[in-house]
Structure formats: structure tokens, C-alpha cells
């Protein structure tokens, strides 16, 4: 079964008036995602891909994630994530090829937590740098609402 981690992106910075997608991360972001890393360094085995968001904020989320990670796996960045519904991030996970065994899609909300209770059938909270690991059931291409089952969700200590 192909599993899906979802990574919200660690608390940003609103101070500066950047642009939304400029926009960094705080100084509680900066260390919530490397204990996201941590986290996924010590109870995930393998990521064969990270779809990022080209918001700043994820990308230096997953930076600072992946640094904690043995094997730092590919990373894609991908329009379609930025500020993305769940149909829009559905389709994302929809169109990833099915030899990807575990793949981390770090994005925002409220589309990733409505992607989690979609997948999961019930309701899964996204705050900042919260992960959600979603086994699904089937290929990707047939992903859908209640076809993933959660396997764990929560988020680092800020």
C-alpha cells in the first residue's frame, strides 16, 4: 500500500508584509521543523519523494526537515500545491506515479487537513507543522475520500 505523509508547513513569519508565497518562518517555525524531521526520521523508513509547495515557508520547512532525514529523498515543487483545495491536492496525489511507495506532500491549510478527513474519513487537525501518515488503499490514481486509512497524526513540540 502506497502511504501518504501530509506536512503543514511550520509557523510562518507576518511580521515583514512579504508577499504571501515570500512569506519566511518564524523563530518557532524554524525549530518546529526540524523536529518534524526528527520525527519522520524516526518512524518512517523511506521517502521516495517530497512534493513541496514553492511558498517560501514550505520550502524551508522541508529544508530544515529533510536535513534531519539519513536519506534525503527527490524533491518536486509543485505549483499546484500553493494554496490548494483538496480536490486540487487530491489530484496532485492522483498523478503520482504508482512505483512511489511513500511520498511527503508539504503544503498548507486548510487544504491539507481537508485532504486528511477527506482521505481518513474523519477528522484530522493540520496546525503548524503537523504531520498526518495516511496508508491508502489502492493505487494512487484511485485515491478518494475514506480510501486511506491514518496510521498517526500530531505535530512536534514548539
Do not use: C, F
Not at 526528527?38 to 526537515?65: F, Y
Not at 494554496?83 to 498523478?95: C, Y
Amino acid at each position: 500500500m502506497p502511504t501518504l505523509i501530509l506536512l503543514r508547513h511550520a509557523k510562518s513569519d507576518w511580521s515583514g508584509g512579504e508577499p504571501d508565497d515570500e512569506r519566511p518562518l518564524a523563530a518557532r517555525g524554524r525549530r518546529q521543523a526540524p523536529e518534524a524531521g526528527r520525527w519522520l526520521a524516526d518512524h518512517v523508513d523511506r521517502i521516495d519523494l517530497a512534493v513541496v509547495s514553492p511558498a517560501e515557508r514550505a520550502r524551508s520547512t522541508w529544508s530544515l526537515a529533510a536535513a534531519e532525514l539519513a536519506a534525503v529523498p527527490p524533491v518536486r515543487l509543485d505549483e499546484r500545491v500553493y494554496g490548494a483545495s483538496s480536490s486540487s491536492l487530491l489530484r496532485v496525489v492522483r498523478d503520482l506515479p504508482d512505483d512511489l511507495r511513500t511520498v511527503v506532500l508539504v503544503g498548507h491549510n486548510p487544504g491539507l487537513e481537508d485532504l486528511a478527513s477527506t482521505l481518513a474519513g474523519t477528522w484530522v487537525s493540520m496546525p503548524t507543522s503537523a504531520h498526518a501518515v495516511l496508508e491508502v488503499d489502492g493505487s494512487w490514481a484511485e485515491t478518494g475520500a475514506a480510501t486511506a486509512g491514518l496510521t498517526t497524526s500530531g505535530r512536534p513540540p514548539a
